[in-house]
């Protein structure tokens, strides 16, 4: 079984710039999550998805991030413009119905925001 | 508000002794509790749970205890190895439904090192 697949796994841009990331889940996983990993915490969920429509985006910070996931398969997150203290690892989960507390991690995208 | 806290950062434990990871939590709605195991480079990978129905779960090497009454897991692995060093997470989870089914909220987690 394919695990989650996350791309670019790492990016650097300056302040103010652009930048998306992308993930796809495991074939049949309806759940996906978005969390950020600032260096020495742990995981901060910042948006669940059940299918195609969001769960819990309440620690998403809509001014700069939005996210999608269109046929509730592949989600994109993006951060516009983004700031220094976003600098972070991006990792994309994703849980089947049937074990949902069980979420299964991609490898990440580190961002660095110079 | 930090609601799931690992006090400690690091622990370092000889090949052969026993590990133990102690996690904290706070809020009284948890009732189900994972275990992370986190490589450098790599996603978090699922190790353990434990519902809050019961006190102790074990699969192998590794055993987790949960203590309701003082909000408190913690995870074993006996006997440690070498390739048992990494950042290890404590999460917790409700399973009560609405908008918090589902979410974990992780601690910060330690970073296990076994010396050969």
């Known amino acids: 079984e394919a695990g989650v697949a996350q791309s670019p796994r790492y990016k650097i841009i300056e302040k103010r710039q652009s930048v998306a990331f992308w993930c796809n889940p495991i074939?049949?996983?309806?759940?996906l999550y978005w969390y950020q990993q600032i260096l020495g915490q742990g995981p901060k969920l910042l948006i669940q998805?059940?299918?195609?429509?969001?769960?819990?985006d309440s620690q998403l910070p809509k001014d700069r991030f939005s996210a999608e996931r269109l046929k509730g398969v592949d989600s994109t997150l993006k951060i516009q413009p983004a700031k220094l203290e976003d600098s972070a690892v991006y990792l994309c989960?994703?849980?089947?119905?049937?074990?949902?507390?069980?979420?299964?991690f991609g490898p990440g995208t580190r961002l660095t925001v110079l | 508000d930090q609601q799931v806290k690992q006090n400690s950062p690091s622990l370092s434990v000889q090949e052969g002794r026993i590990s133990i990871l102690n996690c904290d939590y706070t809020?009284?709605?948890?009732?189900?509790f994972l275990w992370y195991k986190k490589y450098p480079a790599e996603g978090p990978t699922f190790l353990i749970s434990i519902s809050s129905i019961k006190d102790k779960n074990e699969d192998g090497r590794f055993t987790v205890f949960l203590n309701k009454s003082a909000k408190h897991l913690s995870l074993h692995i006996v006997p440690s190895q070498p390739g048992d060093s990494a950042v290890y997470f404590c999460?917790?989870?409700?399973?009560?439904?609405?908008?918090?089914?589902?979410?974990?909220?992780f601690g910060q987690g330690t970073i296990l090192t076994v010396h050969p």
């Open positions: 074939s049949g996983h309806a759940t």
């Open positions: 809020n009284s709605m948890f009732d189900y």
């Open positions: 999460a917790a989870s409700q399973s009560a439904g609405g908008t918090s089914y589902g979410k974990l909220t």
């Open positions: 998805f059940q299918n195609n429509g969001v769960v819990d």
């Open positions: 989960a994703s849980s089947n119905s049937a074990s949902f507390h069980e979420q299964f």
